[in-house]
């Protein structure tokens, strides 16, 4: 019965911190595509700022699935990620880079011309 409990923690934690890491890695690649420029004509903090933030995201985020994934491929076992710090962490790494994702990014689509009253409707990808 232990064993299927930690496959179960095991298997919703690490597909929660795929789906994290998912989102944080789509925030830095948005943000490193972006021009300068843009992030100073809808005043929304600096690139920098932005690249340091969600850059600093992926990484804890990165850092919260490597540990187990390697620990249960080297010991045979599945060891479940850590319910601790390491989950605060990546838990606040998710919500910065979700707070790009719904805030500044709307507002750079706006300045790239795929704005709210752009008449354009193809695909923001």
């Keep these: 019965m232990n064993n299927l409990l930690n496959a179960a923690t095991f298997l919703i934690l690490v597909a929660l911190g795929v789906a994290a890491l998912g989102i944080q890695l789509m925030a830095l690649s948005d943000c490193l595509r972006t021009p300068t420029a843009y992030f100073q ?17 992926a990484f804890f985020g990165f850092i919260f699935l490597i540990g187990p994934v390697t620990s249960s491929l080297a010991f045979g076992t599945l060891i479940p990620p850590s319910m601790g710090f390491n989950l605060l962490l990546n838990l606040a790494a998710v919500t910065a880079a979700s707070v790009y994702l719904a805030d500044v990014r709307p507002a750079l689509a706006e300045v790239r011309g795929r704005g709210k009253g752009n008449q354009n409707r193809g695909s923001s990808w």
């Design 41 to 57: 004509r809808v005043d929304k903090r600096t690139k920098l700022f932005w690249g340091a933030l969600t850059g600093g995201s």
